[in-house]
């Protein structure tokens, strides 16, 4: 598309947008704390955690989270004034885990199939607290959790451009335990309730673009059905997904999707930001939550592991 402005094309289509960074795996020494306080891998001090349902605005897009027994949930991600799909009830909208999670030896909790919604410890990981910050260009907000039976510390970033309506998402393990850890997936972003949970088919379009050598971007449009993720009546455990395997992150696809709500008139699109193996799916959860999972490298897709030492 030669001749267009990418600011100006971000902030006139009025399409929602989300941010995917690989996820970073990172390891340094845990920081000693005075009695009461909680002292993250950054050497910040947080005050007790607060388990109630908030929301964070970004320009254009307002984050909503819940909790369920002391862990944090995602909601929904939505441009300002616009009501979450039909069917979902509220005020308590159906949330899914706000970091996936998989480590080497732990049994998923949920009937996921090829899916990334059930990994442990990101199903347990208790909310710790989190902390926002102006920046250069706008603010950063980190969410902090925990996992005490493998002693992981997880931090969740967003970060904000300006006034465009486009959130940076990435996430970062340390290990603050004794032993190595082995990290199979970790996802850069989830998003949820992208429709009802009973007319995503009606209500969701699938944009991806084909990728090779001499024949780039060539961008397809299908419903959920005609990429693999089809309404069973209950839930599937199988996503329609799309990724990309070794140093060639546009191989195959571009790095990219959309996923276009034509009911509520919202699209969610994101670009992976790695230069190699990267994964992407759309399916719904057991409580038929439909989810997108945003990732960088796993073990499943690109016998992508990390040995994450104390």
Same mark, same amino acid.
């Not at 000693?32 to 002292?39: D, F, L, Y």
């Not at 069917?87 to 949920?110: V, Y």
């Given at each position: 598309?030669?001749? #267009?402005?990418?600011? =100006?094309?971000?902030?006139?289509?009025?399409?929602?947008?989300?941010?995917?960074?690989?996820?970073? +795996?990172? =390891? @340094?020494? $845990?920081?000693?704390?005075?009695?009461?306080?909680?002292?993250?891998?950054?050497?910040?001090?947080?005050?007790?955690?607060?388990?109630?349902?908030?929301?964070? !605005?970004?320009?254009?897009?307002?984050?909503?989270?819940?909790?369920?027994?002391?862990?944090?949930?995602?909601?929904?991600?939505?441009? &300002?004034?616009?009501?979450?799909?039909? *069917?979902?009830?509220?005020?308590? %909208?159906?949330?899914? #885990?706000?970091?996936?999670?998989?480590?080497?030896?732990?049994? &998923?909790?949920?009937?996921?199939?090829?899916?990334?919604?059930?990994?442990?410890?990101?199903?347990?990981?208790?909310?710790?607290?989190?902390? /926002?910050?102006?920046?250069?260009?706008?603010?950063?907000?980190?969410?902090?959790?925990? *996992?005490?039976?493998?002693?992981? /510390?997880?931090?969740?970033?967003?970060?904000?451009?300006?006034?465009?309506?486009?959130?940076?998402?990435? =996430?970062?393990?340390?290990?603050?335990?004794?032993?190595?850890?082995?990290?199979?997936?970790?996802?850069?972003?989830?998003?949820?309730?992208? !429709?009802?949970?009973?007319?995503?088919?009606? /209500?969701?379009? #699938?944009?991806?673009?084909?990728?090779?050598?001499?024949? /780039?971007?060539?961008?397809?449009?299908?419903?959920? $059905?005609?990429?693999?993720?089809?309404?069973?009546?209950?839930?599937?455990?199988?996503?329609? $997904?799309? *990724?990309?395997?070794?140093?060639?992150?546009?191989?195959? @696809? +571009?790095?990219?999707?959309?996923?276009?709500?034509?009911?509520?008139?919202?699209?969610?699109?994101?670009?992976?930001?790695?230069?190699?193996?990267?994964?992407?799916?759309?399916?719904?959860?057991? *409580?038929?939550?439909?989810?997108? @999972?945003?990732?960088? &490298?796993?073990?499943?897709?690109?016998? %992508?592991?990390?040995?994450?030492? &104390?």
């Amino acid at each position: 598309m030669p001749g #267009i402005d990418r600011r =100006a094309f971000l902030l006139g289509t009025g399409m929602l947008t989300a941010g995917a960074l690989t996820s970073k +795996l990172r =390891a @340094y020494a $845990s920081k000693s704390a005075a009695a009461g306080q909680v002292v993250n891998g950054d050497n910040v001090v947080l005050s007790p955690p607060v388990y109630e349902p908030f929301e964070w !605005a970004a320009p254009g897009l307002v984050f909503s989270f819940e909790f369920f027994d002391k862990r944090i949930r995602s909601r929904t991600l939505l441009p &300002p004034g616009v009501a979450p799909p039909k *069917d979902i009830p509220l005020p308590t %909208a159906i949330s899914g #885990i706000e970091t996936s999670l998989h480590c080497t030896g732990e049994d &998923p909790n949920d009937h996921h199939g090829l899916k990334f919604t059930g990994g442990s410890p990101g199903a347990r990981l208790v909310y710790v607290g989190r902390r /926002e910050v102006s920046t250069a260009t706008g603010k950063r907000l980190r969410i902090y959790q925990s *996992d005490p039976v493998l002693g992981l /510390e997880v931090e969740s970033i967003y970060e904000t451009f300006a006034n465009l309506p486009v959130v940076r998402r990435s =996430a970062q393990v340390t290990n603050v335990g004794r032993q190595n850890v082995g990290i199979e997936y970790l996802s850069s972003a989830m998003l949820y309730n992208l !429709a009802s949970p009973r007319r995503f088919e009606q /209500e969701l379009l #699938i944009h991806y673009a084909r990728n090779t050598w001499q024949a /780039e971007a060539q961008w397809q449009t299908v419903k959920p $059905s005609q990429a693999g993720f089809i309404d069973n009546g209950n839930f599937t455990v199988s996503p329609a $997904s799309f *990724d990309s395997i070794g140093t060639w992150s546009t191989q195959r @696809y +571009l790095p990219m999707g959309l996923v276009e709500n034509r009911e509520l008139g919202v699209t969610w699109f994101w670009q992976i930001e790695h230069n190699g193996t990267w994964h992407w799916e759309l399916a719904n959860t057991g *409580d038929k939550a439909v989810y997108a @999972y945003i990732g960088g &490298p796993d073990e499943l897709h690109g016998q %992508a592991w990390k040995s994450l030492k &104390p």
